[in-house]
C-alpha cells in the first residue's frame, strides 16, 4: 500500500502583494488625514467655545503637541490609558520635551468604534464629552491658560485616543508687588490655587511675587482683591489701589 504525504502552500502572486499593500497605504494614508483633521478640529471647537464663554484664545504650542502625540500614540500602541498610563505626569512628559512651563493641565478621552469611523463622529465624542464633564470643562475655561496641543492616535483604527494639553509657560508668570502704605503693619493673606498664605507687612514695606494662578489677597476689614494679570497693588487705609 502506498502512503501518500499531501502538502499544502499558499501562494501570492506579485501583483497580488503590490495590490495588497497598496490598499493598505491608501487606507493608512485616509486615517492619517483623518486624524490630523480631528486634531485641529479639537482646538478650533475648545477656541470657539472659550470664545463663547468671553475667554481668550489658545495658541498652539509645539512643545504641548510633541507631548500630547507622545501620549496618544503610547496609549494607542500599549492599551493603556490614564494620566500617568507611561508612569509620568502632564507636566512631567511636557517638560521632557522641552516646555518650560507654569502650569500644564490634561484632558484625554478614547473611543472604541464598532461601525464606520468618521472624523464627525470622533469630534462629537472627544469635544462634546470633554466640555459635558465638570472636571475637563474646568481645564477647558481656565482663565490662566495661554497655550494648548492637541493629538488623536490609533493603532487598529478601532479604538482612537485623544489628548489634549492646556498650558501657561513659565516665561508668562504673574509678577506682582504689594505695598502697604495704610500707615500701619497688616497681616496680608494671599489665596493661590486653593493654597493659603499668611505675611506680616509693618508699613510702608513691600512684598513682590510671582505666581502661575489668579490670586487673592486680602486684609481685615477690607474687601478681597483678585489678580490675573502682573500688577502693582497699593493697600490704603481706604482700600486696594492699582498703580498706573
Not at 479639537?42 to 512643545?63: A, M, P, S, T
Not at 492646556?166 to 503693619?185: D, T
Not at 489665596?191 to 481685615?220: A, H, L, Q, Y
Amino acid at each position: 500500500m502506498r502512503g501518500w504525504l499531501i502538502t499544502g502552500w499558499l501562494f501570492v502572486s506579485p501583483l497580488m502583494a503590490q495590490e495588497e499593500a497598496a490598499t493598505v497605504a491608501v487606507d493608512s494614508k485616509k486615517d492619517g488625514q483623518m486624524v490630523t483633521q480631528v486634531e485641529k478640529a479639537i482646538v478650533k471647537q475648545i477656541n470657539d467655545y472659550r470664545v463663547e464663554k468671553k475667554l481668550g484664545r489658545l495658541e498652539v504650542n509645539d512643545e504641548l503637541q510633541a507631548t500630547a502625540k507622545k501620549l496618544a500614540e503610547f496609549m494607542a500602541e500599549s492599551g493603556k490609558y490614564g494620566h500617568h498610563a507611561d508612569g509620568k505626569t502632564p507636566a512631567e512628559r511636557a517638560e521632557a520635551a522641552g516646555y518650560e512651563y507654569c502650569v500644564v493641565r490634561e484632558n484625554i478621552a478614547y473611543r472604541t468604534n464598532t461601525e464606520e469611523v468618521t472624523a464627525e463622529s470622533l469630534m462629537d465624542i472627544f469635544v462634546q464629552g470633554w466640555i459635558d464633564s465638570p472636571p475637563h470643562h474646568e481645564n477647558i475655561v481656565a482663565k490662566h491658560i495661554t497655550q494648548t496641543g492637541a493629538a488623536v492616535a490609533t493603532a487598529d483604527q478601532t479604538t482612537y485616543y485623544a489628548v489634549h494639553l492646556f498650558g501657561r509657560p513659565k516665561s508668562a508668570q504673574i509678577e506682582i508687588s504689594v505695598l502697604n502704605r495704610s500707615g500701619k503693619a497688616q497681616t496680608l493673606s494671599i489665596e493661590t490655587n486653593e493654597s493659603v498664605d499668611e505675611i506680616e507687612m509693618p508699613s510702608r514695606t513691600t512684598v513682590s511675587m510671582k505666581r502661575c494662578f489668579p490670586t487673592t489677597f486680602r486684609i481685615d476689614g477690607l474687601d478681597a482683591k483678585t489678580v490675573d494679570k502682573s500688577s502693582e497693588l497699593i493697600l490704603t487705609e481706604e482700600g486696594w489701589e492699582v498703580a498706573e
